[in-house]
C-alpha cells in the first residue's frame, strides 16, 4: 500500500474546497495544492542550504547597513514589478555585504508570492557540472545540465567571473547569457568584479592589478549583460567579518 502524506481536512485531498459566503457557495482551489506548488518550486530552485535563511524580510538596511536600503528598495521593486518589467539584475559588490542574500530573498518572493519557477546556480558550480557531463562515466548530459539553466524563467547565477577563464569559460558563459538573452528570459547575476572593461584597472606599480569584470567574462559578455540587467551597485562592509563575527566565534 502506499503511504500517502495526511489527507487534506480542508479538501479531503481534492485540491478544491467549497467556501461560502452567505447564500453564495463557490468552489476554489484549496491553500494545500498552492503549498504543494510552492514547495515544488523551492525545491526546484535549488538554493544552498547556507542561503535558505535569506528573505527579504531580513535583509538589514538601517543603521550601520544603510548604505544597502537602495539596493533592498531596487530588490522590492523588481519584485513587484516582476513580470511587466523582466529587465534582470546585475549586482556588484565586494564580499560579503549581502548579494547572495539579496538574490536569494528576491527569487525566494517570486516563488512564494507569483508563483514564479526560479533556479539558483554558483558560476563555479555551474562550470564544473558541464565540464563534469563530458566525462563518459556521467550519465547526465550537458544538455541535462543546460536545460533547466536556459530554460527557467528567473535564474540567479552567483559569483559571475569566479572561474577562471578561458576559451571554454567565455564560450560557456557566452552560451548561457545569449540563449536566455534571445529567449527573453531574465537573469540576476552577482559578481564580486568591478563592471569595468578588460584591463582597465591599472595596479600600483609592480603590484597585479585588479581584475576587472570584462576581463572575467570578456567585453562582449560585458556589454550583452548590460543590454539584460540593471545594475544594482552594493556598498557596505563585509556583513560576515563585521557583524556576525561574534557568533561564528
Ligand atoms: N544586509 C544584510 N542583512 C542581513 N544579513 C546579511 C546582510 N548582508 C549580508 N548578510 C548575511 O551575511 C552573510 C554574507 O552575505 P552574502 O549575501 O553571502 O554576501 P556576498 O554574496 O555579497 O558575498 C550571509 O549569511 C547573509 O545572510
Ligand atoms: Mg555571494
Ligand atoms: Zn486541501
Same mark, same amino acid.
Given at each position: 500500500m502506499k503511504v500517502s502524506a495526511a489527507v487534506c481536512p480542508y479538501c479531503e485531498g481534492t485540491g478544491w474546497k467549497s467556501v461560502s $459566503? *452567505?447564500? %453564495?457557495?463557490?468552489?476554489?482551489?484549496?491553500?494545500? !495544492? =498552492?503549498? #504543494? !506548488?510552492?514547495? #515544488?518550486?523551492? #525545491?526546484a530552485a535549488r538554493i544552498p542550504k547556507r542561503y535558505e535563511h535569506c528573505e527579504l524580510s531580513n535583509f538589514e538596511f538601517d543603521g550601520p547597513h544603510r548604505a544597502l536600503a537602495p539596493s533592498r528598495m531596487a530588490a522590492c521593486k523588481f519584485v513587484e514589478e516582476y513580470p511587466l518589467d523582466n529587465t534582470g539584475l546585475l549586482l556588484i559588490g565586494s564580499i560579503g555585504v549581502g548579494k547572495t542574500h539579496l538574490a536569494v530573498g528576491i527569487i525566494k518572493e517570486l516563488i512564494v508570492g507569483k508563483g514564479i519557477a526560479c533556479l539558483f546556480y554558483d558560476y !563555479? @558550480?555551474?562550470l564544473k557540472q558541464i565540464q563534469n557531463s563530458y566525462n563518459d562515466s556521467v550519465k547526465a548530459t550537458e544538455l541535462d545540465v543546460l536545460r533547466p539553466?536556459? %530554460?527557467?524563467?528567473?535564474?540567479? =547565477?552567483? @559569483?559571475? *567571473?569566479?572561474?577562471?577563464? +578561458? @576559451?571554454?569559460?567565455? %564560450?560557456?558563459?557566452?552560451?548561457?547569457? $545569449?540563449?536566455?538573452?534571445? %529567449? $527573453?528570459?531574465? +537573469?540576476?547575476?552577482?559578481? $564580486?568584479?568591478d563592471d569595468r572593461p578588460a584591463g582597465a584597472v591599472a595596479g600600483p606599480r609592480g603590484a597585479a592589478r585588479e581584475e576587472t569584470l570584462g576581463d572575467r567574462i570578456g567585453e562582449r559578455?560585458?556589454?550583452?549583460?548590460?543590454?539584460?540587467?540593471?545594475?544594482?551597485?552594493? @556598498?557596505?562592509e563585509d556583513f560576515r567579518q563585521k557583524f556576525r563575527s561574534a557568533s561564528f566565534r
Open positions: $459566503n *452567505g447564500s %453564495d457557495r463557490r468552489v476554489t482551489r484549496c491553500d494545500c !495544492r =498552492l503549498q #504543494a !506548488r510552492t514547495q #515544488a518550486l523551492l #525545491a !563555479r @558550480e555551474l539553466v536556459f %530554460d527557467t524563467e528567473v535564474l540567479v =547565477l552567483d @559569483e559571475l *567571473g569566479a572561474v577562471k577563464p +578561458t @576559451e571554454w569559460v567565455w %564560450d560557456t558563459v557566452s552560451l548561457i547569457l $545569449n540563449t536566455r538573452y534571445n %529567449d $527573453n528570459r531574465t +537573469t540576476i547575476i552577482t559578481t $564580486n568584479f559578455m560585458r556589454s550583452r549583460l548590460h543590454e539584460m540587467c540593471r545594475i544594482i551597485k552594493m @556598498e557596505g
